[in-house]
């Protein structure tokens, strides 16, 4: 693959040619050289460049200018196709008019038209004795919708289940998380001094004042000072430091 400067802005207008025929914008790149494993990303990524729709835009603009598409010109077909009259494809008579006497109106709605000629006799005998004309008409119902839609008579309601009360879970949601960590800061503060003085209790040094400790069955009680019986091992204060759910009183 050509990766110049010549070569991508070459691969950019090979596919901005290609993609104006289907609107396809994976086949596009394949057909303008990238590789057919990344073409729908490459696709992808041509379209969001502004140089790139900017060229399709105008491709496409050039194009409804050539052919007068137009809103207008849209609107008004549609109106034929919901608007037109049956009588007017028969004489008074009942038998069919011939295509040129159809008002063109009325000729717009017709998407489908079938000829047969009948014969009577046989042999040297058989000779023509007349047609047979079918004609299939447009849906109004169709066009009928489109009309109304762009009047907004018609909307779409788009049901979604499994959101009832949704947005109220969320809220209730966000309310515990709100109040645990609430909770939790409260926690800290209160075992933050109990932390400090079990500290000062594992140290090698007495105690200058009466600290509270902690006995095996992890009730609190006030240290004997003189005796340094009732003070906590290192032990005991590893695992009571290393806690996060007992909080003292």
Known sequence: MDRSKG???????????????DQNATRAAVAAGYSEKTASVQGHQLLSKPDIRQAIDAANAEVNSKLDL????????????????P??????????????????DARRAIVGFETAELFEGTGQDRGLAGYI???????????????????????????????????ERLNKARKRAAEYKLEQGKRELERAPVNDALRNCCSSEAPSSPLIAFNS??????????????????????????STTFCPS
């Open 7 to 21: 070569g991508v802005h070459q691969r950019r207008t090979r596919f901005v040619k290609e993609y104006l025929l």
């Open 70 to 85: 137009t809103v207008q010109r849209v609107k008004e077909e549609i109106f034929r196709l919901c608007f037109y009259d």
């Open 87 to 104: 009588a007017v494809f028969f004489n008074e008579n009942g038998s069919p008019k011939a295509m040129h006497e159809i008002p063109e």
């Open 133 to 167: 004309k079918k004609f299939k008409l447009a849906s109004k119902d169709r066009a009928l919708e489109l009309a109304a839609r762009h009047l907004k008579m018609l909307t779409d309601r788009v049901e979604v289940s499994g959101l009832v009360g949704l947005a």
């Open 217 to 242: 069955t992890t009730n609190f009680s006030l240290p004997n000072r003189t005796t340094r019986s009732g003070y906590p091992s290192p032990t005991q204060c590893s695992l009571y430091l290393s």
